[in-house]
């Protein structure tokens, strides 16, 4: 018996561990996608390839194995860079298939036709085609290999349609699966030099003012139990980039969270496990930290630490290089304690600042303003305990208020525009979250401009019954609305619309009603406290649009920091 190269990819995908895919199916790859789904993968179809894209890298990041998106040839390759370009720089695994035109139709227009291998390459590790049906096990094998290997990230596998539908006996197919799971490439250990292990126990030992600093690298690597065990045996404060958050709870004595900029001023010592210090650490250069903090940085990629030059480098997994650390330190331990002069420092200014926040998070303010709703939310989450929700936070305002006030108390709860800033992946993460960790409920906390990048995929969460509650935080446009500068209000098409405003009182909770979901429309805290208590209990798709005064936002970009 035969079977075709739709059946063999399915197949190569399966064995080689694929167990969800995401995508948008059409010529030349639907056929693709049921027998996957035949063959056991759950397949999550979505209506745009962006959003997709966006699922399969935060799956990749939730479960540390490549995500895997499908994509039709052509446009739908274009649409899916966005996922796969965001993933690459996120340096998350993450798998793109595309269908392709048939290769003896190459520069004769064919429908949809593109170089896709040239047009991949620039977001991705590795951009490789089957040109033969016989090609295809070795050619999935490579690109889940390779998004995984070193320094995770995006790899491209184009699938052209020629060889979709050649033919190959069931034996033979078998034959070339079994070679090439034989063959597969076993990750080699990393070897940490003892002596860089020992100056840098020697320099956190004899700094004045350490500071351990982790990001989302450390919680790709499931770094926090050892993480735990370096905090609390040394006593050093610790400070997690936003998608490091939960690592080590919010709440710990040590973190340092409420009082960055006093932690990352003083330092003299800064240990960073699996954060870059690029703009979201201020590139670590003054005036935001001091000229003479040595940087220990711990990094997967030699080319990172050659990149950005520090003190000392330790090329590593996370977890691993904070494991031998650990077990340097247990030979000679040493700790700063409660009453250290730098522990004391910045505990005070935490708790000063946290009680600051607190007396404006109190208020009930109404019209909604950010801090009121963003505190109510944050209650309704701490109510439901453990396991943790999954906290997706996408907008200018709304992410920065909730990067303040939401608290993150388990590991790889917490998904953002992360690395690059990038709007519209919210509902593609409350996907992937819902997929990848079907335990958790999942809570995104949206501003209207970002909900509505992927707005038409609660659709998908209604097909899908996926436990996903969207709050969008709805003032009426990007920032809040019509922002303009009288000298800005003029020209021949001054009546229009400001450049930042949507349609005023949106009712975006009616969208999900649409397709069988349920809506929310709220603007008083007992109301918001119901929809949320009714939602967090149903477990079930819905928005609840929250009603923010427009005049409460401000412009954002990069983040703020002011603790």
Known sequence: MEIDGNVLAAKSLVRFGVRHMFGVVGI?????????????????????????????????????????FLTVSGPGCVHGLAGLSNASINTW?????????????????????????????????????????????????????????????????????????????????EKLLTEVEKNR????????????????????????????????????????????????????????????????????????????????GKCDVALVVGAR???????????????????????????????????LGLVGDAKQVIEVLNKEIKDDPFCLGNTHPWVQAISNKAKDNVAKMEVQLRKDVVPFNFLTPMRIIRDAIADLGSPAPIVVSEGANTMDVGRSVLVQTEPRTRLDAGTWGTMGVGLGYCIAAAVASPDRLVVAVEGDSGFGFSAIEVETLVRYQLPVVVIVFNNGGVYGGDRRRPEEIDGPHKGDPAPTDFVPNA?????????????????????????????????????????????????????????
């Open 28 to 68: 030349p790859v639907t056929s693709l996608a049921n027998r996957a789904v035949a063959l056991g993968v759950r397949f999550i179809a979505f209506h745009n390839e962006q959003s997709a894209g966006y699922a399969a890298s935060a799956y990749g990041y939730l479960t540390a194995t490549p995500g895997v």
């Open 93 to 173: 695994p993450t798998v793109l298939i595309s269908g392709s035109c048939d290769q003896a139709d190459v520069g004769r227009g064919d429908f949809q036709e593109l170089n896709q291998i040239e047009a991949t390459k620039p977001f991705s590790k590795l951009s490789v085609r089957a040109s033969h049906i016989s090609e295809i096990p070795a050619r999935v094998a490579q690109v889940l290999e390779w998004a995984q290997s070193g320094r995770p990230g995006g790899c491209y596998l184009d699938l052209p349609t020629d060889v979709l539908h050649q033919k190959i006996s069931e034996s033979e197919a």
């Open 185 to 264: 490439a076993k990750p080699e250990p990393y070897s940490i030099s003892n002596s860089k292990i020992e100056e840098a126990v020697s320099l956190l030992r004899r700094a004045e003012r350490p500071l351990i600093v982790f990001g989302k690298g450390a919680a790709y690597a499931r770094a926090e139990h050892v993480l735990t065990k370096l905090v609390e045996t040394t006593g050093i404060p610790f400070l997690p980039t936003p998608m490091g958050k939960g690592l080590l709870p919010d709440t710990h004595a040590l973190a340092a969270t409420a009082a960055r900029s006093l932690a990352i």
């Open 277 to 311: 210090l690029n703009w979201l650490l201020h590139f670590g250069e003054p005036p935001k930290w001091s000229k003479d903090v040595k940087f220990i940085l711990v990094d997967v990629s030699e080319e990172e630490i050659e990149l950005r030059k520090p003190h």
């Open 507 to 563: 009712g975006y909770h009616a969208l999900i009603e649409a397709f069988g979901g349920k809506g929310y429309l709220v603007g008083m805290p007992d109301e918001l406290k119901f929809a949320l208590s009714e939602s967090f209990s149903a477990r079930k798709p819905a928005v609840i649009n929250v009603v923010i005064d427009p005049y409460a936002g401000s412009e954002s970009g990069r983040m703020q920091h002011k603790n």
